[in-house]
């Protein structure tokens, strides 16, 4: 770990700071895990097969990143795999752009980043990902069952004011 905590730094003092932090985590609903999965079994289950599924998904996205320049042309990338504590891995991602891709102004970042939702008739299939996986709900006196609700009342303090 020291020799790696090192290394790391290294990159650091040659490449300067990071230009993205990007963080990529399991989704025990991949097709790749169910398919797998014996009959009655969860992910939790099999941490060997949710390890080895996340691992290629990570490999495959450097790759992206640093081979075909998804971002923009790399120098440089340093990633760690965490466990949550629901046991499914984690990776944080620091990228290190080349000069000449470096964002600079609010619109260089505004490509890299999109917060919108995909549109249902032309990309069902990502539309119902980030409604399914990023976006709170429903819960509230409507929904009792929901995860977030404890005590009557949603853990998270949903819905907040416009």
Known sequence: MIQNYQDAMAICRWARCPDV?????CNPQW???KRALLLGHQPQDR?????????????ELINDIHKK???GRTIAEIYVIEF?????PHAHILIFFAKDCKPHTVEDVNCM??????NPKTNRLAH??????MMHGPCGAA????????????????????
């Open 128 to 133: 119902e990902t980030v409604a399914k996986c």
């Open 143 to 162: 929904f009792p069952n929901a995860p977030c609700m404890e005590e009557g009342k949603c853990k998270k303090q949903y819905p907040h004011k416009f």
């Open 84 to 88: 949550q504590k629901h046991g499914m």
């Open 47 to 59: 941490p060997d097969l949710v390890t080895r599924v996340f691992k290629i998904k990570l490999k």
């Open 21 to 25: 932090f990007v963080t990529f985590t």
């Open 113 to 118: 980043i999109n917060a919108e939702l995909p």
């Open 69 to 71: 320049h998804i971002l």
């Open 31 to 33: 097709l790749e895990i």
